[in-house]
T-cell receptor
Framework: DTGVSQDPRHKITKRGQNVTFRCDPISEHNRLYWYRQTLGQGPEFLTYFQNEAQLEKSRLLSDRFSAERPKGSFSTLEIQRTEQGDSAMYLC??????????????FGPGTRLTVL | DQQVKQNSPSLSVQEGRISILNCDYTNSMFDYFLWYKKYPAEGPTFLISISSIKDKNEDGRFTVFLNKSAKHLSLHIVPSQPGDSAVYFCAASEDSGTYKYIFGTGTRLKVLA
């Protein structure tokens, strides 16, 4: 396995449209995290999964955002009725909690969303 | 409320010299700290970490120092190389079960040849 992959790498959409991003973590990793990064800022936590269970969501994750991780493998992040303020880099990270809680998270290359 | 702060947006260093990147935090519950490096169009890459029970951790050219009383950590790169030019993010985590990272805003390091 070569690492965390994300698809698409870039997405341009019009305001009001729905978009969906996919993240494929490193195969043996049971924890998966979504972060959002805007210009000039560091990544900000959105939500995380332990296997298929979504265990925490940030207040940044409005009702228009939904994330899933069916079968504890890949994850999807959907944004409904996109707004210009949703324009950002969406990063996915994974780690294996079985090796201890403080293993580093491995990040994917991100999906850059531009809402026109 | 910015819990992790990197007050220097950019830093330029001559090749072969030491680069020192700084990070301050406000949450005393943080007990694990990491540095990530990010190149354009790539995701952050893990560099080095330190637990709050230590005050120093070394890995090759990279050393992280932690001063818990001052709530301050720093990353030293010696000697600096042009390939080190990137954005460096400091991140912190606490033993809350989530182990999510709280990132600083990053410092852009430029190593001049």
């Amino acid at each position: 396995d070569t690492g965390v992959s994300q698809d698409p790498r870039h997405k341009i959409t019009k305001r009001g449209q729905n978009v969906t991003f996919r993240c494929d973590p490193i195969s043996e990793h049971n924890r998966l995290y979504w972060y959002r990064q805007t210009l000039g800022q560091g990544p900000e936590f959105l939500t995380y999964f332990q296997n298929e269970a979504q265990l925490e969501k940030s207040r940044l994750l409005s009702d228009r955002f939904s994330a899933e991780r069916p079968k504890g493998s890949f994850s999807t992040l959907e944004i409904q009725r996109t707004e210009q303020g949703d324009s950002a880099m969406y990063l996915c990270a994974s780690t294996n909690s079985g090796r201890g809680p403080y293993n580093e998270q491995f990040f994917g290359p991100g999906t850059r969303l531009t809402v026109l | 409320d910015q819990q992790v702060k990197q007050n220097s947006p950019s830093l330029s260093v001559q090749e072969g010299r030491i680069s020192i990147l700084n990070c301050d935090y406000t949450n005393s519950m943080f007990d694990y700290f990491l540095w990530y490096k990010k190149y354009p169009a790539e995701g952050p890459t893990f560099l080095i970490s330190i637990s709050s029970i230590k005050d120093k951790n070394e890995d090759g050219r990279f050393t992280v120092f932690l001063n818990k009383s001052a709530k301050h950590l720093s990353l030293h790169i010696v000697p600096s190389q042009p390939g080190d030019s990137a954005v460096y993010f400091c991140a912190a985590s606490e033993d809350s079960g989530t182990y999510k990272y709280i990132f600083g805003t990053g410092t852009r390091l430029k190593v001049l040849a």
